[in-house]
Nanobody, 124 residues
Framework: QVQLVESGGGLVQAGGSLRLSCAAS????????MGWFRQAPGKEREFVTTIGSRYGTYYADSVKGRFTISRDNARNTVYLQMNSLKPEDTAVYYC??????????????????WGQGTQVTVSS
């Protein structure tokens, strides 16, 4: 069982930056693939980025070059650095985890554990 707690959301102006954190419980964090998803009002939850223990990083085209995912296995934490934020980035951001099968996935159904979400609002 893995418990995930996100933090770092807030209100920022367009062009600004935020860093989200996701702290995971458990001693086996290093074997999990971690992902960030987001959900805007009235829309489905969508893939943002993922980082594996056995693969690298992958990003949605909409955030490529602006967002960076990283992980600190010693701290059981994954981060999402968001730069050059746009109003369309406004959403609730969720951290997710699954045992790493060696290939990445953008599919919400493939992730077993989810955090409660943190709101990110980008004003124009």
């Amino acid at each position: 069982q893995v418990q995930l707690v996100e933090s770092g959301g807030g209100l920022v102006q367009a062009g600004g930056s935020l860093r989200l954190s996701c702290a995971a419980s458990g001693r086996t964090f290093r074997i999990y693939a971690m992902g960030w998803f987001r959900q805007a009002p009235g829309k489905e939850r969508e893939f943002v980025t993922t980082i594996g223990s056995r693969y690298g990083t992958y990003y949605a085209d909409s955030v490529k070059g602006r967002f960076t995912i990283s992980r600190d296995n010693a701290r059981n934490t994954v981060y999402l650095q968001m730069n050059s934020l746009k109003p369309e980035d406004t959403a609730v951001y969720y951290c997710a985890a699954r045992p790493d099968p060696g290939t990445y996935s953008r599919d919400v159904r493939h992730y077993d554990y989810w955090g409660q979400g943190t709101q990110v609002t980008v004003s124009s």
